[in-house]
């Protein structure tokens, strides 16, 4: 069993940064994806942001975030980051540090891939 927590959401202007981190815990192999998603408002579906392979460091992005969001990883901690930078308001959403065990390239992008969510922390961007 995996568990996610994440934290350093809050409150940011545009064209603010943030950088949200999540720790985990338990047994899995070193072969998985660590991802994070977000659901914004009234919406259904969670978006895919970006994603880490653990085992090599490859980094994958969703073409809205892609040149203003950095996922990284630190190995020794079991900890995952995302480093948030000109920020606009369509950012806002709760925001979930997700884990894929199976480390599946094709469905990088799907949420039912990820079968461990942490509680989600909220990004809200508004002046």
């Known amino acids: 069993q995996v568990q996610l927590v994440e934290s350093g959401g809050g409150l940011v202007q545009p064209g603010g940064s943030l950088r949200l981190s999540c720790a985990a815990s338990?047994?899995?192999?070193?072969?998985?994806?660590m991802g994070w998603f977000r659901r914004a408002p009234g919406k259904e579906s969670a978006e895919f942001v970006a994603a880490i392979r653990w085992m090599n460091g490859y980094t994958y992005y969703s073409d809205s975030v892609k040149g203003r969001f950095t996922i990284s990883r630190d190995k020794p901690k079991s900890m995952v980051h995302l480093q948030m930078d000109s920020l606009i308001p369509e950012d806002s959403a709760v925001y979930y540090c997700t884990l894929d065990p199976n480390a599946i390239l094709s469905q990088l992008r799907i949420p039912g891939a990820y079968d461990y969510w942490g509680q989600g922390t909220q990004v809200t961007v508004s002046s």
């Open positions: 338990g047994r899995t192999s070193n072969n998985f994806h």
